[in-house]
């Protein structure tokens, strides 16, 4: 069957946080919360930073899942540690998985993006990749940052007239953040709502 990643919610140039499973030369499973680019309906790209042992087992093993939960306990356990052997399936994709796709390195590059806070030279490597094969367990959506931005930079502005002039310029602070990763990685009805929101600060006469 032809592969699409729009049967997840993926669309081509969009950002998505998701679980990557790998495993070293030892067969020992290991999970993360890393970042997907879908470059096409069966391509996607990572950019990873060196030290992690995701990176480690991409470059020996040349493949790895990707794993669609929208588990706050997974993403949390997997950051802060790793997720226990038992939470992997045999395949390596994650048991608690809404959907899962398997993917084969295709090719490794040294690079850092100039808009990116972390600007060191040669720290991340974007790693392009194929997908051979999607796995939906349930209907399931990626999960993309944006939104939940564009509502916590609501509810901020629907109280900016009731707080003081300190409180204020921390919401203009906060502003800012969201504003740069929804343009890094929001749908362009998130963009759309951030630079709506914006025009109306300016209106009060802040500058976000
Ligand atoms: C939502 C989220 C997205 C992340 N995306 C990336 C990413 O795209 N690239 C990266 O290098 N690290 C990313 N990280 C950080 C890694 O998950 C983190 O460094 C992790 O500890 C690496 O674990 P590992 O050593 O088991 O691979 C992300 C973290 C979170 C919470």
Redesign the pocket.
Known sequence: MKIDLSLIGMEKGRQY?TIITTKNDENLK?A????VICSGPDTIL????KG???LENIISQREFVVNITHDPEI?TAS?LG?LPQDYFNDDLSLKCADAYFKCEVESLKEAVKQSDPIKKKDE?IVIKSKVTELVINKNTKAMNRGFGYVVETLSNFSRFDLVGEEQKQEYLKRFREANRVVKKVGYIEDIQAMDKIKEELIKKGYEP
């Open positions: 946080e290991n993360a919360p890393i970042g990572n950019r990873i930073f992690s042992h995701t993403f950051t790793n991340a």
